[in-house]
Every structure is written in C-alpha cells, then in structure tokens.
C-alpha cells in the first residue's frame, strides 16, 4: 500500500509521500514514489505515484524515455504546458496498460496505479492531477484543494476539516504531516521515511525536498504534539447536557 | 455501509450506531441497528449490527425466538454469562448462513455481517466482543478498549490517538461522536440519526439510550467545536526548523 497527499493552495504546492512497498506483510521494501522533473526558473514537476511497482516504474521509464503526443515525441522537461503533462503521464500509463495489461489480466492481477501530478511550467498556472489508471485525469480546484492516493481514509479527516485553500504553505506541512501519522498508525504497508516537497507559486523551482526518517526530530515532535493537543480538545469541550442531566 | 464503535472502558460501556442502510446510493434508508436485551439490575445486553440488512434481520428474529446451545434453549434473557451470550449469537449468525448461504453465494452475494455485543450479567465481568460472518468472536481488552464495525477507517485515528482503558464515559460519549462525525463526513452511506447507549459498570441497567437527530443541539456544537479545535491546535505547533532556515 501507499499513502500520497497533494495541496495545491494558493501560495503553492505540498506533496508528501511514504516510501514502502510491500508484496504481502512480510516482504517490505522502501522505494521512493516521488520523482520530480526540474528546470529551475521555467519549470518544476512533482510526481508521486501509487500501486503496482511493476507499473509504476514502467510509467517512470516511459516518460524519461518520452512520448509521442499528437505526433510529437515530448518528456516532462519539453511539455508545453502542465496540461499536456498530464496527458503525457496518462500516455505513459496507457502505454504500460498495452504491454502489461492482457498477461497481468490472464494472471489475475489487476492493472493497479494512480499517479498525482503537481507543478508548474513559465506562462501557465501551479496545478495539481490525478491520473488514474485509464489515462484520464481530474485536478483539483479552490473547493476540494487536496488529492490523496492509495490509502486515503485514515488521513482524511483532519484534511476536510482544516485545510482551506488560503491555508499557508506552513500549516499545509504540518497538515499533511498529520495527515500521514494517522495513517502511518493504523496501516502497516504505509511507511517511513517520508519524502516531502514545497513549491511556491511562481518560483518554477522546488523551494524545499526533504527526507523525513524515524529520527526526524520535528516530525516526533510534530506527533507528540499533535496527540496532546487533541486530548487537550476534546477536553474542553462541554460535556453533553443530556448526559449531565441524566442523574 | 454503516459504522458502529463500542468502547469497552473501566467504568462502563459507550455504544454508537448510525441508522442507514443502503442499496446503492440511489437507496438509502433508516433502519435502527441498535438493540438491547434487558432485565434491569440483572443484565444490559446491547448489539450493533453491520452488513447485510436481511442477514441481521434474520439474526434479531433467530435470538428472539432462541437458540438450542449445548443442548439448551436460550435467548439474550435467559443466557447465563455474556461468554454464553456471545455464543449465541454466533449460532444465530450460522443459523442464517445455513438457511440463506448457499443461495446467496449462488447469486453472487456475500455473506456480509458482523455484530458488536456489550453487555453485563449478574455475577459475571462486562465484556465487548465483536461477532463475525462466521460466527466466532473476539473481545475488547484494557490494550484495546475499542471495537468497530463497518467503515472503521476514517473514524479510527482519533481514538487510536486519545482513548484510553481509563477514559470517563463522558470522554468516552464526545470521543466516540467525534469518530462518528468524521465518519459522516467522508462516507454518504453513512448518516444520520445515531442511536447512542452509555452503561456504567456493574448497574445491569442502560445508562443512557439516545437518539441524536440532525437538530440535537449538542451534536451540532460538538461538530463545530472540533474543527476549531483543530484549527487552533494545528496553529498553535511549531513550524519545522527546515522550513524556516531554508530561505
């Protein structure tokens, strides 16, 4: 399994992946599910992926490779537009689904993969998408300014009840870090080390990628805090007056 | 869908139900999922149900008109521990898997249902188990004082987070409704009302049997306290230090 967030706010992006890949419980290995595609000063992509490794890395080697779009051959460091990006992820998906779909279809196996795609490319909006595993896409917008894939549940809440789309770059850090504890406690095939980006709109470069391991100290901080505050919450909140007036 | 959460605490029990049931999403329905077995000052048993509306229902009526165990005639009233009890619905479970299975699984439906039971008897401990599909059953212990059913996911973090084997019942009430609302937020098969019972250990009589409609007052203040608590709780942590010293 896999737990990935994207924010896309309006002072920019926060993307934040897990790193563990696993072939049942006890076979586990860490493999980084964030790539970026940089031209510093025109252009900074950021893509996390979900699903069957077999897919995903076959979609990385396509499009390092480059596609052919409309009859022109494009990587992520040549598309146009974000938009065009997008669709160049989705064709490197489709490209995988025609060699590998029909024998992992024969074997049972399911053509599992998402990707999110985040940046920005000089002359065009930050936007952030998700790919699924058709090819097609969605993206996110001021209403809904964050995409999750693979295990999503369990960091959901804290996501729908705080985050907003004029939340700071700062509090999306903290947010998504949150966001992933929750779900690192309760899913075992979603692990650490982390691997977390900030973009800031308009830069067209990465302004922070950082490694976050089991002996960040922020990052223990963040999750002793965090557990403290929301005992301290539910603290003092009014006790129920039906159960008050019970006796 | 559903979700149901039983807390299973030193000073007593907290048991919440939501109350629809659906047939696809163009189908929803209120059907309580709650239901007591009582003699009071003797015993309090209280289930909660998910799955397959027909296979609970057809467990409710096989426990009303009783169960041979061993030989014997039961019922909840007439079970002498709630080890006794638990077994019994277990029989109700494969009583209904041996009339309706086979058909079912004709039909390609799954045999979908798993129950919550807490309760107390005279002379006997209070205990919480969760039945499953097949009819066997595993218990709430001080190191995990919580069981759910149905869409457990979205509701888990804060529990997992903050309850503890010596929680009040009154934190118990807030923590499991702030479960429940996260839960509703993020799940259309899940809705409104909840049925909610509190039992204080060692009374064999319900506490407190609520039902919290859209227009309870409390719920509505409870939701909104939470997500400012939230807010200020995410606001008031430190940022990290790699993010402020990298510019």
Redesign the interface.
Known sequence: MTYCVGLWLEKGLVMLADTRTNAGVDNISTFSKMYTATVPGERMLCLLSAGNLAITQGVWNRLGEGLALEGEKLTLLTAPSMFRAAQLVGAAVRAVYEADGPTLRAQGVGFDVSIMLGGQIAGGPMRLYMIYAAGNFIEATPDTPFLQIGEH??????L???LRYDSSL??G???TL?SMD?TL??NLTVGLPLDLL?YEAGSHRI??Q?RITEED??FR??RE???V???????????????SS?S
Chains 1, 2 share one sequence.
């Open positions: 549940k369990y960091g959901k809440p804290i729908d009840r705080t700062e509090d850090v903290k947010l949150v929750s406690r309760s900030v302004g922070l950082q100290d922020y901080r963040l805090a965090w557990s505050a929301l005992r301290d919450a539910y603290r003092s909140m009014p006790a129920p007056d039906w159960l019970r």
